[in-house]
Nanobody, 115 residues
Framework: QVQLVESGGGLVQPGGSLRLSCAASRNIFSSYVMGWYRQAPGKQRELVATTTTIGLTNYADSVKGRFTISRDNAKNTVYLQMNSLKPEDTAVYYC?????????WGQGTQVTVSS
């Protein structure tokens, strides 16, 4: 089993930036698809971005051109750089690790975009 710990959330003004981090308890990036999801109040959890074992990335249309997912294999950490933030980006952001039918979630980190 792998543990995931997110950090980096907070309050930011519209147009600002944040970088989220997700630290894994062991080296899993060579065999797990890593992703960021988010859940706003009253809404279902939705995909934000994913990165595969060979570094291919995928983004939700709503964040393309503004968010970037990346990873540091040496630190067992995946990042989500979020630029040009909008109020509609406000949500709890969750890190996800998936291998076949197995998946693990982090505890989530709150991102609030407000003036």
């Amino acid at each position: 089993q792998v543990q995931l710990v997110e950090s980096g959330g907070g309050l930011v003004q519209p147009g600002g930036s944040l970088r989220l981090s997700c630290a894994a308890s062991r080296n899993i990036f060579s065999s797990y698809v890593m992703g960021w999801y988010r859940q706003a109040p009253g809404k279902q959890r939705e995909l934000v971005a994913t990165t595969t074992t060979i570094g291919l990335t995928n983004y939700a249309d709503s964040v393309k051109g503004r968010f970037t997912i990346s990873r540091d294999n040496a630190k067992n950490t995946v990042y989500l750089q979020m630029n040009s933030l909008k109020p509609e980006d406000t949500a709890v952001y969750y890190c996800n690790a998936r291998k076949g039918v197995y998946e693990q979630w982090g505890q989530g980190t709150q991102v609030t975009v407000s003036s």
